[in-house]
């Protein structure tokens, strides 16, 4: 895996990878609700 700066190409990559891992650590994604920040990133301050 690569770090690299957020672009807006990137958001489908950035949700899966928040589906997959958050259920490892016992959680799962809520976009609509406590995750929703997630579905505008560029604008996350």
């Given amino acids: ?7 807006s190409k990137y958001h489908n990559e950035l949700i899966c990878f928040l589906e997959k891992c958050l259920p490892e650590s016992g959680r799962e994604l809520d976009i609509k ?3 929703k ?9």
Avoid: K, P, Q, W
């Fill in 37 to 45: 920040a997630y579905s505008d990133v560029e604008n996350i301050t």
């Fill in 1 to 7: 895996m690569e770090i690299v700066e957020y672009n």
């Fill in 33 to 35: 609700g406590r995750h």
